[in-house]
């Protein structure tokens, strides 16, 4: 018995091990290209750079406006995650105290809605919204993103919420305490981890969309992902440079999560045990 569980201990750990190579060698690949010229990178793109170079970082800032599409990146990403939180967190805290047939058709047409794949919406989406909204702005997008993704994050408040006891409800009623109170008051500041959870999961998700914001904004509203598009031509591909823009783009977003990482962490783990 001890050395079956050894040799699936074994197992798990070789299938993780290469799953984690697998994930992580693009990565390695992104990086160290991005420090090889062109044709370097034709030659042999696995060997580590000869002679580092930083032409590559200075060439993509230049050509994705780095700057600019930072900017409308951060403004887009930070309203519609925050929007989300409030109006998801609102949204799951009402579902989960009323009881009625109707906060649980609502909930379960939020969790259906979950399995539909945006491209499967993409065409009659654009086509009918064109006609009332002008697409080409970042309060459009922004405006779609809280659509999108309150499904998903009302789904993960529920969860969390549906477990705090309703006595502290009741106990703040008792003391006079409306309910938009006894939320922003008492259950909210308690949903910290899970908020972390929520903020990470859709800024990962809007932060590096490509295709909604493709379909939507402008070059002058453009986000930092579209912007890598550029390096792609339709007779030459400036690899060196792509990959570059590639690390400019993923770099604060990876730096977001670093920091909320422990509070990811205690959210999935406490929303394991609730």
Do not use: C
Not at 26 to 42: D, S
Not at 178 to 204: E, G, H, K, Q
Request: charged share 10%; net charge positive; no cysteine.
């Amino acid at each position: 018995m001890s050395q079956t569980r050894k040799l699936t201990k074994q197992i798990i750990f070789t299938v993780g091990l290469i799953l984690s190579v697998s994930y992580f060698l693009p990565f390695v690949l992104v990086f160290i290209n991005a420090f090889k010229g062109k044709y370097e990178i034709l030659a042999d793109p696995l060997s580590w750079p000869k002679v580092a170079t930083w032409d590559n970082f200075q060439q993509a800032m230049e050509k994705m406006n780095f700057f600019r599409s930072l900017t409308n990146s951060i403004i887009i990403t930070v309203i519609s995650v925050s929007i989300l939180i409030v109006f998801s967190s609102m949204l799951a805290y009402y579902l989960a105290r009323t009881k009625t047939k109707l906060s649980k058709f609502i909930f379960l047409v939020l969790v259906a809605s979950m399995i539909v794949p945006f491209q499967a919406l993409m065409i009659p989406f654009m086509s009918i919204f064109a006609q009332f909204v002008s697409l080409n702005n970042r309060a459009a997008l922004i405006f779609f993103y809280l659509g999108f993704g309150v499904a998903l994050s009302t789904f993960l408040y529920h969860g969390f919420i549906s477990k705090i006891p309703t006595e502290l409800d009741e106990a703040a009623a008792v003391d006079g305490a409306t309910d938009f109170v006894i939320f922003w008051r008492i259950i909210f500041p308690m949903l910290r981890p899970i908020t972390a959870t929520v903020a990470i999961v859709n800024s990962l998700w809007i932060w590096n969309d490509f295709l909604l914001p493709r379909l939507v904004l402008t070059q002058e509203t453009q986000t930092l992902p579209l912007s890598t598009y550029l390096f792609y031509g339709q007779y030459s591909t400036e690899y060196g440079q792509a990959m570059a823009g590639l690390l400019l783009a993923v770099l604060p977003i990876i730096i977001f999560y670093l920091i909320l990482q422990k509070q990811f962490i205690s959210g999935i783990s406490q929303g394991a045990v609730k």
